[in-house]
Structures are given as C-alpha cells and as structure tokens.
C-alpha cells in the first residue's frame, strides 16, 4: 500500500520559512516523478514544485520560484519543499504526489496517481 505523508507546515509571519517532507511508503512501481502542490480555500489545486525521481531539471510555478526549493533523499524516501520570504498568499494546504500519469500534461498539472494527506501552512502579515 503506497502512502504519502506531509509533515513541517504551521504557522509563521511574512518572510519567514518552513520546510515540508513528505515520506512515501510503498511505492516503487513507476516512480518518475514527484510534486508539491496547495490549495486554498476557494482557490483550485496549484501546482508548485515537482521533481523527477531519477534526476534532472526541477519545475517551479511563477509564484514561488526563486523562494523555493524542492529537493528528495532517495535514501530515506523522502522528498522535502525549503520555502523561504514566505508571503501571506503562501497560506494553503500543502499536498505532496506521486506518480505522474502517462499522458499528464505536465509535472505541475497535477495528474498523480497517489497523494498524501495534506499540512496546513498559514504566514500572517
């Protein structure tokens, strides 16, 4: 059984940082990539960060590239999300994925195959 678990997010001010990891579990079939994405009340499901499992170019959307950082230790299973200069609009449910589905229009457009549970993270001006 594949799981995802988030961990990291909470509460802190503007220009603040948090980091997020997310442990998966019981997944070795077709691991080509993994992704950060958040969502905010109201708000659709956006994609933030995503890394290819074997190596190679990270993606970042506009809005936080340059801020943060995504990164995995293959080693531990873990992939993690370095977000720094935390800004109010940061605030979101924060989801890791796994598994990009064969077809997906993209690492960012959220078509994964496993999903954990989310962690909230909230930055107060």
């Known amino acids: 059984q594949v799981q995802l678990v988030e961990s990291g997010g909470g509460s802190v001010q503007a220009g603040g940082s948090l980091r997020l990891s997310c442990i998966v579990s019981?997944?070795?079939?077709?691991?080509?990539?993994m992704a950060w994405f958040r969502q905010a009340p109201g708000n659709e499901r956006e994609g933030v960060a995503a890394?290819?499992?074997?190596?190679?170019?990270?993606y970042y959307s506009g809005s936080v590239g340059g801020r943060f950082t995504i990164s995995q230790d293959n080693a531990k299973n873990t992939m993690y999300l370095q977000m720094n200069s935390l800004k109010p609009e940061d605030t979101a449910m924060y989801y890791c994925?796994?598994?990009?589905?064969?077809?997906?229009?993209?690492?960012?457009?959220?078509?994964?195959?496993?999903w954990g549970q989310g962690t909230q993270v909230t930055v107060s001006s």
């Open positions: 019981g997944y070795t079939y077709n691991r080509n990539f």
């Open positions: 994925a796994a598994g990009l589905r064969p077809g997906a229009a993209g690492p960012l457009r959220g078509q994964y195959n496993y």
């Open positions: 890394i290819p499992v074997g190596g190679g170019p990270r």
